[in-house]
């Protein structure tokens, strides 16, 4: 079982949408049974509360539902317990890279690395822009479940 942790700063926005566009790729190939999918923050500031209600309509306007998530903070043990560890932008992979203890193991990737292309998802807490955030996610979600099926 292949097991990806999608991270971003506060895990109400961008890490919990692709947790859930990536649950929900996996859920139409039939291939829920090799995966264990999660998300979780970088900081505290935003522990316990729920995915900010722009998000979870954009994901409701896909078909997709996230009941039940709330943000959490990424820990050290994380690293051990997960293959990928998956960040949005250079920010998160700074503050993962911090939090694990470094990335010895090579676990640590940008989502956009596995849509081909480099850069930051579009974080809609600033632009206000989900659609360009859930076109970000969902291409490198597409490009990651791609590399893993190969």
């Known amino acids: 079982m292949t097991k990806i942790l999608f991270v971003c700063h506060g895990n109400i926005c961008r890490s919990p949408m692709a947790e859930f566009?990536?649950?929900?790729?996996?859920k139409r190939e039939g291939l829920e049974d090799r995966f264990h999918i999660?998300?979780?923050a970088t900081s505290t500031e935003e522990i316990g509360n729920p995915?900010?209600?722009?998000a979870r309509?954009?994901?409701?306007?896909h078909g997709i539902g996230c009941a039940g998530k709330t943000s959490r903070q990424l820990t050290a043990a994380d690293y051990g317990q997960y293959d990928l560890l998956v960040g949005m932008d250079l920010a998160n992979m700074r503050n993962m890279g911090r939090i694990c203890g470094g990335d010895p193991d090579g676990k640590l990737h940008l989502l956009l690395e596995?849509?081909?292309?480099s850069g930051d998802?579009?974080?809609?807490?600033y632009t206000r822009d989900?659609?360009?955030a859930w076109r970000d996610i969902e291409e490198g979600c597409r490009g990651l479940l791609d590399r893993l099926e190969k």
């Open 130 to 132: 989900f659609e360009a």
């Open 21 to 26: 566009i990536m649950k929900d790729l996996v």
């Open 57 to 61: 309509r954009k994901l409701a306007e």
């Open 114 to 117: 596995f849509a081909g292309r």
């Open 121 to 125: 998802v579009a974080d809609p807490w």
């Open 51 to 54: 995915v900010y209600p722009q």
């Open 38 to 40: 999660a998300s979780a």
